[in-house]
């Protein structure tokens, strides 16, 4: 049955920049493949996670996949700006921590997912080399187009790098995903009145146009969910059980070393609070936040907030050792980010203040350490470690 939490499945917010005759061809054909699935799909309901999926990763569709600008301050059409991108004290900090775990770990392999415009790596590899580290980048990003941005910004370091299409068999080094998992397709919740769990989806009305619906959730979510919090009729949120997958996944292959996951996000305790009733899903369109996923079908990032509880306990059950888990802020002070700052110009302090600052990226963002077979503490979590909120 169809169900409509507001704000309306297919309004567009009267803020949101007008698409342009190529943006609006690009939807078109997006919400046409869209269209065609939720044809073919039982019941005619798409599971929100597959509209995400697809939305996003749909091959020379989806948002990801296309060729549409994203990433950029200060680029009009980009829809984001991320940490790496505001300034390259963002990298040189965040390489001391990976020194460290390479050291450990006697390696000098760095594999980095998703790495969009290439910012980080742009500024950790030179950083890594003024410690003393010439390293071997490997880098996983399913955007053939992201690819090549990234070729062409990264060529002038004449580093040694590689593009992945799987990840490794094996690997000792330090692993670095920054905003990924928030990416990653989610499934959306809703509890009933009659305190039961329900899957959200998406269908067609009579005229073609997108609408939500929502059917009894299949067994492994409804698990989830109930595990996670008690029934609260009407309460809507999501589960990510493909980005609990990868951090599980990583116990296969990472035998020695660790993986920092920088996001934005919170324990689980925070996530299903009785007052966030309607979940953390967010969309991104053209340096303009909303929550309207159905609108724009391959041309606005899609993405929720991260359960860090789950991605431990991921984590765990893969066989790693949850290493750290501190806000953006304490990490980067940790790692230490105001050495950086002697000679800083007024643009880079600004940066930095949104580095750090409470009210912008530097409690909302946190990093997760992970990882296997290295020793002693971290530096980037001496202080300020949360893992006993987790």
Sequence with gaps: MPVSPPPAASAVPDNLPALDVLSARHAL?????????????PDRFLPFELWMDQALYAPGLGYYAAGSTKFGGDTPSGDFTTAPELTPLF???LSRQVEEILRLSDSAHVLEFGAGSGALAA???????????????????????????????LAPLEADIAWLDAPPRRFHGCVVANEVLDAMPACLFVWDEDGQVRELGVGLDDNRDF???????????????????PCLPGYQSEVNLRA??????LGDWLEKGAALLLDYGMPRREYYHPQRAQG???CHFRH???????????LQDITTHVDFTAMADAALAGGLDVLGYASQARFLMNAGLL???????PRTLSAVQKLVSEAEMGELFKVLALGRDIGGPLSGFLGGDRRGRL
């Design 280 to 282: 953390t899903l967010m």
């Design 123 to 153: 500024s950790l590899i030179p950083a890594l080399r003024a410690q003393g580290v010439e390293p071997r980048y490997l880098i996983m990003e399913v955007s053939a187009d992201l690819r090549q941005r990234q070729r062409e910004r």
């Design 211 to 229: 609408v939500w619906l929502h059917r009894a959730a299949p067994p492994a979510l409804e698990e989830a969910v109930r595990a996670r919090m």
């Design 244 to 249: 609990e997958a990868w951090v599980r996944g």
């Design 339 to 345: 050495t950086h700052l002697s000679d800083a110009d």
């Design 91 to 93: 990298g040189r900090t």
């Design 288 to 298: 303009h936040a909303h929550d309207r996923p159905l609108i724009h079908p391959g």
């Design 29 to 41: 054909r997006v919400a046409a493949h869209l269209r065609r699935l939720i044809a073919h799909a």
